[in-house]
């Protein structure tokens, strides 16, 4: 019913940007907190920033000051601006919402697919 996809992963040198974004769409009544996980392999998933459905963003000690959180309601999308990468960032983003939909009176969360970030000179 609700299905998040991640864009803008890729490769980078230390301290490039990326911007990464994530799109909701499918039967959806109402967005929730949006976030941003990450996971390296053999590794737990991570949260990186999360940004509440009034925009106020929170965000992992490793990333503040360089990773923005942003999000569109009309567009029902969630941004992650990624600045001065460093190697230890590299792994695969994934996206994840709190959502109602429109047969459902419960809010649920679900996953993007992911999209792998590199890292490297």
């Known amino acids: 019913q609700v299905q998040l996809v991640e864009s803008g992963g890729g490769l980078v040198q230390p301290g490039g940007s990326l911007r990464l974004s994530c799109a909701a769409s499918g039967s959806i009544f109402n967005l929730y907190a949006m976030h941003w996980y990450r996971q390296a392999p053999g590794k737990q998933r991570e949260l990186v920033a999360q940004?509440?459905?009034?925009?106020?963003?929170n965000y992992a000690d490793s990333v503040k000051g360089r990773f923005a959180i942003s999000r569109d309601n009309t567009k029902k999308t969630v941004c992650l601006q990624m600045n001065s990468l460093k190697s230890e960032d590299a792994d695969i983003y994934y996206c994840?919402?709190?959502?109602?939909?429109?047969?459902?009176?419960?809010?649920?969360?679900?996953w993007g697919q992911g999209t792998q970030v590199t890292v490297s000179s």
């Open positions: 940004i509440s459905s009034d925009g106020n963003p």
């Open positions: 994840y919402a709190h959502v109602r939909v429109v047969s459902d009176r419960n809010v649920r969360g679900y």
